[in-house]
């Protein structure tokens, strides 16, 4: 059952802004996942966060974690064009599938 | 690099069809998903299968089925397609679960068309 819901549903920003995207959930994780699908493609892994980890950073990604609030923060620093996709968080509690959220709708312009 | 195959792209099929979609992953993994993926709704789960012959339903069973025979093969059945099973269809694997909920790793998926 879906859990993780991202926030916004869409975002428009011009390359070399940082885009920032939130995720909420509803009951207890193990970990918080983010990942990108490019348009009509699958779903490509970026970061991991687990429950007891607060932030994390990959190249230009930075995750934060506030399980407080139950929610979870993806930030990407100096947009490309190339960044333009679908952001998925995904979350489970138990078990061996992940809850996936809707997504937000990146679009960098030159 | 891991990589989830899926044996098509694109689909067309008429109602009332038995449709096939295959799923290979060659890093041995013990984990494999189906999901579809329909607009305004995200992913959702239609089956897993976490050892060969095992099977575990997922958000949205009905109407699905699935069979896996070989590690690195998972298929996913439309028994009589619909057209409300026009979809993104989703094929995922992941290793064995030593901590709990490893990433996934996709397939490029497979759009079907039930006319």
């Known amino acids: 059952s879906q859990q993780g819901e991202e926030d916004p549903q869409a975002l428009s920003i011009q390359e070399g802004e940082n885009a920032t995207m939130n995720c909420s959930y509803k009951?207890?994780?193990?970990?918080l996942q983010w990942y990108r699908q490019n348009s009509g493609r699958g779903l490509v892994h970026l970061i991991l966060i687990r429950s007891n980890e607060r932030e994390k950073h990959s190249g230009r990604l930075r995750v934060t974690l506030d399980t407080s609030k139950k929610s979870s923060s993806l930030l990407i620093t100096a947009s490309r064009a190339a960044d333009t996709a679908s952001y998925f968080c995904a979350d489970t509690n138990s078990g061996y599938a992940l809850n996936f959220g809707k997504g937000t709708s990146l679009l960098v312009t030159p | 690099d891991v990589k989830v195959t899926q044996s098509s792209r694109y689909l067309v099929k008429r109602t009332g069809e038995k449709v096939f979609l295959e799923c290979v992953q060659d890093m041995d993994h013990e984990n494999m998903f189906w999901y579809r993926q329909d607009p305004g709704l995200g992913l959702r789960l239609i089956y897993f299968s976490y050892d060969v012959k095992m099977k575990e339903k997922g958000d949205i069973p009905e109407g699905y089925s699935v069979s896996r025979e070989k590690k690195e093969r998972f298929s996913l059945i439309l028994e009589s397609a619909s057209t409300n099973q026009t979809s993104m269809y989703l094929c995922?694997?992941?290793?064995?679960?030593?901590?709990?909920?490893?990433?996934?790793?996709f397939g490029s998926g497979t759009q079907l068309s039930v006319l």
């Open positions: 995922a694997s992941s290793p064995r679960i030593s901590t709990l909920n490893e990433k996934l790793f």
């Open positions: 009951t207890s994780i193990n970990n």
